[in-house]
């Protein structure tokens, strides 16, 4: 067990629709990160946090947002899903040193139908 | 653009087998470089380098950096089916962000 717990495990929505993933990183660290998976992409960041602020952006979609809240757990929302969207999305979480490593949560599997 | 190429993207092999899996980057500024084994979900930690020519192990897993050339292997010696998984390289550059680039992996089978 990494420390990093994200919710829901499984997200199964239609096109179109709204949806928000949760992360709580390990107690301690301030720095968030989200990555997409996706079989054809591999890991691919999107966004990171650090304690409360956002400090790089990758490749997010405008319809794409997150935040990092003053507890330092984080959302990302997902809006006007569409089916390539549809993957596993994970959080990572770091204490924020020199050559940190990253602890992932054990993802959100995002099914659009 | 900064970029993780990993290979081969996959390999089946016996169990006792010695494997040998590749990572070469392009990065702004190189800070470091990690690897990571993904099994069912989450990928968890095995090595972070940041010296070319120090080896890094763990057991039957080892890993060495080669700054020069820009590439790391990871070697695992004496394979087991627990080794199943896929493995991730990642680096991070130090182009004022903190972003982690990832390669697509290498999807290790392992066979009783």
């Known amino acids: 067990d990494s420390g990093v717990t994200q919710t829901p495990k499984h997200l199964i929505t239609a096109t179109g629709q709204r949806v928000t993933l949760r992360c709580s990183p390990r107690?301690?660290?301030?720095?968030v990160y989200w990555y997409q998976q996706s079989l054809d992409q591999g890991l691919q960041f999107l966004i990171q946090?650090?304690?409360?602020?956002?400090?790089a952006k990758g490749n997010i979609l405008e319809r794409f947002s997150a935040q990092q809240f003053p507890d330092l757990h984080s959302e990302l929302n997902l809006s006007s899903l569409e089916l390539g969207d549809s993957a596993l999305y994970f959080c990572?979480?770091?204490?924020?040193?020199?050559?940190?490593?990253?602890?992932f949560g054990s993802g959100t599997q995002l099914s659009v139908l | 653009e900064d970029k993780v190429v990993q290979s081969p993207l996959s390999l089946v092999v016996h169990e006792g087998d010695t494997v040998t899996l590749n990572c070469s980057y392009e990065?702004?500024?190189?800070?470091?470089l990690l690897w990571y084994k993904q099994e069912k979900k989450a990928p968890t930690f095995l090595f972070m380098l940041?010296?070319?020519?120090i080896e890094k192990k763990s057991g039957r897993l080892s890993s060495i950096l080669d700054k020069k050339e820009l590439f790391s292997i990871l070697n695992i010696t004496a394979t087991q089916t627990g080794d199943s998984a896929i493995y991730l390289c990642?680096?991070?550059?130090?182009?004022?962000?903190?972003?982690?680039?990832f390669g697509t992996g290498t999807r290790l089978k392992v066979l009783a």
């Open positions: 990642a680096t991070r550059p130090t182009s004022g962000t903190y972003k982690y680039i």
């Open positions: 946090y650090y304690n409360g602020e956002e400090r």
């Open positions: 990065v702004t500024n190189f800070r470091s």
């Open positions: 940041t010296s070319s020519g």
């Open positions: 990572a979480s770091s204490e924020l040193d020199f050559n940190e490593k990253l602890f």
């Open positions: 107690s301690g660290d301030l720095s």
